[in-house]
């Protein structure tokens, strides 16, 4: 199986400020590699595909870059609806499908 | 706009099979270009995937899981199926089903609500 290792694993910051969570692939992965946005009590929510392919919907203060192993989500100015729990997962190597352990991002 | 929910018992006993469903609605799931996954998550920890089965019937399921996972579809209702045999209190779990297009990446663009299931005698 491959392994997706976030860091850090929480997080707290200010609204404005800008935030970045890194997703450490455990053998390349090319560009398979998602990130999901969760809020309490809710189901997750996808912000970026392929990397860093931003969904539909979603505001541009987010995006991802990275390919092979190492990936990354930028929040460019923190708004203080994007307080949540972050996920990578990848589908390259499948199965099984795979995400990491979630980076919770607190109000600091 | 494609919804997903699933349905089914909230509650199962020990050693007995969980058994849950997912009705797409906005959306043929025939359609040939998504695959459908089960995905859990026990309470305040992380995404684990189940399986995921494709219109044509295939499937594919976590080797942790795949002895006791069993993933079906029926077409002519809209919805795929989830039973999980032998469970215990590890299954314990909010259970979501989930679309992802036949596309690289493969992302999970629409998800269901999530449904607590709770194995307890």
């Known amino acids: 199986d491959i392994q997706m290792t976030q860091s850090p694993s929480s997080l707290s910051a200010s609204v404005g400020d800008r935030v970045t969570i890194t997703c450490r692939a455990s053998?390349?992965?090319?560009?398979?590699l998602n990130w999901y946005q969760q809020k309490p009590g809710k189901a997750p929510k996808l912000l970026i595909y392929?990397?860093?392919s931003l969904q539909s919907g979603v505001p541009s203060r987010f995006s991802g870059s990275g390919s092979g192993t190492e990936f990354t989500l930028t929040i460019s100015s923190l708004q203080p609806e994007d307080f949540a729990t972050y996920y990578c997962q990848q589908s390259y190597s499948t199965p099984p499908i795979t995400f990491g352990q979630g980076t919770r991002l607190e109000i600091k | 706009q494609v919804q997903l929910q699933e349905s089914g018992p909230g509650l199962v006993k020990p050693s007995q099979t969980l058994s849950l469903t997912c009705t797409v609605s906005g959306g043929s799931i025939s359609s040939g270009s998504y695959y459908w996954s089960w995905i859990r998550q026990p309470a305040g920890k992380g995404l684990e995937w189940i399986g995921r089965?494709?219109?044509?019937?295939?499937?594919n399921y976590n080797p942790s899981l795949k002895s006791r996972v069993t993933i079906s579809v029926d077409t002519s209702k809209n919805q795929f199926s989830l039973k999980l045999s032998s469970v215990t209190a590890a299954d314990t779990a909010v259970y979501y089903c989930?679309?992802?297009?036949?596309?690289?990446?493969?992302?999970?663009?629409?998800w269901g609500q999530g449904t607590l299931v709770t194995v307890s005698s």
């Open positions: 089965i494709y219109t044509s019937g295939s499937t």
């Open positions: 989930a679309r992802a297009p036949l596309v690289p990446a493969a992302p999970f663009d629409y």
């Open positions: 392929a990397a860093s």
């Open positions: 053998q390349s992965i090319s560009s398979y």
